[in-house]
């Protein structure tokens, strides 16, 4: 029998994609859901029931906001869901605020912080770690000394603070495309990042969102990349009066991101048919091929909506739009 001397080399290949595929199959993250908010259940039965219930969703990470690691009742509260994450197998990821989101009782001591999830970890296996929301973002507060988050990361020497990070507690980064100075938070904070958690601001547009995933996986190293899926409106976009996001460009997004990201978070409204539906047919090649369908109808609708539109769509106000 021939054998061939790309036999070898392809077939590393294909265990290769098999391996990144799967990957990309096994996140799915739940991002401060109003519905279930996990940590405000005081009976720890019933907190670990309504993790299970979760579980058996398809969601297997959870995010949750923490604004100060010395507040008694912060730290009591985190341990309790840390204790029963453990007993039932859910992965629990801390959401830090950056200036332009947290207020004056705000804990920004880094070092502090670093400490503090390292001990997490070494008593709580469900503690995968966590993440500082809008890292490359614009701060909008009139209370704030820095236009960038990332300028006051800077400023109070963050990077100090997470060479400190045992290296089992994972940094996940939000970044948005149309965020900036992105090249700082990839020369300063790259080698301290296990993973990235990219967002849009401009949601209601899923044209480029193939190509943004790759060119930013591809500048963080190709780091695993968790998308942020948005079933609702966020509040920006309710100010100039947008309908929620349709169901087709909900599966459109997931169509996208579910074949060039490798996780999916899906933001605060966690029970909605459209992502129900996504978390029981992920694997269904019949459900993948609807939604891909779906991807393809969105994409064509935007691009015929452009050229109906040339003026509304390179206004000034629809840029603003994409930038809230």
């Known amino acids: 029998m021939q054998v061939y001397p790309y036999t070898n080399t392809h077939l590393l290949e294909q265990q290769q994609v098999h391996a990144q595929e799967e990957r990309r199959k096994s996140t799915f993250g739940a991002w401060a859901p109003y519905q279930k908010p996990l940590e405000d259940i005081l009976d720890t039965e019933k907190q670990r029931e309504a993790m299970k219930a979760l579980l058996a969703t398809g969601f297997n990470e959870y ?67 966590f993440t500082i929301d809008d890292f490359n973002w614009i701060s909008t507060r009139n209370d704030t000394k820095f236009r960038m988050n990332v300028d006051y990361m800077k400023y109070s020497d963050l990077s100090d603070a997470l060479s400190g990070k045992n290296e089992n507690v994972h940094f996940f980064p939000v970044m948005y495309f149309e965020g900036e100075m992105t090249d700082t938070v990839i020369n300063e904070y790259n080698k301290f990042i296990d993973g990235v958690i990219m967002a849009s601001a401009c949601y209601y547009n899923i044209t480029n969102l193939r190509s943004n995933l790759l060119a930013f996986s591809e500048m963080f190293d190709n780091k695993p990349i968790r998308y942020v899926v948005y079933p609702t409106i966020t509040y920006n976009y309710s100010r100039y009066n947008y309908s929620p996001p349709s169901e087709q460009l909900i599966m459109a997004t997931l169509s996208i991101a579910s074949k060039n990201a490798d996780g999916i978070i899906m933001w605060t409204k966690i029970d909605g048919r459209v992502v129900l539906e996504y978390l029981s047919n992920h694997d269904d090649p019949k459900y993948l091929s609807k939604i891909s369908t779906m991807e393809k109808i969105q994409i064509r609708d935007e691009k015929i909506w452009k050229q109906a539109n040339p003026t509304l769509a390179n206004s000034a106000l629809f840029q603003t739009h994409c930038h809230l």
């Open 63 to 129: 995010y949750y906001v923490m604004t100060d690691f010395e507040n008694s009742y912060a730290r009591e509260m985190t341990e309790k869901l840390l204790t029963s994450a453990d007993e039932v197998g859910l992965h629990i990821l801390i959401i830090l605020l950056p200036p332009s989101e947290g207020g004056p009782n705000t804990n920004y001591d880094w070092k502090g912080w670093v400490h503090y999830f390292n001990t997490l970890k070494n008593e709580h296996e469900s503690f995968k770690g």
